[in-house]
C-alpha cells in the first residue's frame, strides 16, 4: 500500500511536467500565430493566412492538451504572456517595429509573473499547502 502511494506521486508529476511542455509548445505556436496574423496584413495576404491559421489550431490544441492538468487561470496567463513576450521581442525582427528600453522592462516584469505563476503551480507547493489527512 505504501508503495503504491509512492509510485503515484512521481506520475502525476510527470503528468504536469507534460503539461507544462504542451504549454510552452502552445506558447510558440502563439508567438507564430500573433507574428503571421501581422504578415497577414488583416488577412489579405493568402499565404500568411493560411499560416496563421494553422498556427491557430495548433495553439488552440496544445492549450487544451496543457489545461487538462494546469489550472485555466494560470495556464492561460502563462500562455498569453509566452505568447505578448515573443510578439514584441521577435515583432522587431521580423517587422518595422521597435523595442524601448521602457517595453523591454515592462516585458521582464511579464516574464518574472510567468516565472512566479509557473513556482505557484508546483505540486511541492500543493502538498505543502493541503491539510493533512
Known sequence: MT???TSAAPIQGEKRGGAWIALLIAG????GYALSVNGSRGFTDPLWSIIAVVFFLFTLFFLS????RIDV???YAVWAGIGAVGAAVLGPVFF??????AKGFWLA?????VVWLKLA???EL???TQPAT
Do not use: Q
Open 109 to 113: 516584469v511579464i516574464i518574472a509573473g
Open 96 to 101: 518595422d517595429e521597435t523595442l524601448t528600453l
Open 73 to 75: 487561470g494560470i495556464g
Open 65 to 68: 492538451v496543457a489545461l487538462k
Open 126 to 128: 500543493d502538498t505543502r
Open 28 to 31: 510558440v505556436f502563439e508567438v
Open 121 to 123: 503551480d508546483s505540486p
Open 3 to 5: 508503495t503504491s502511494t
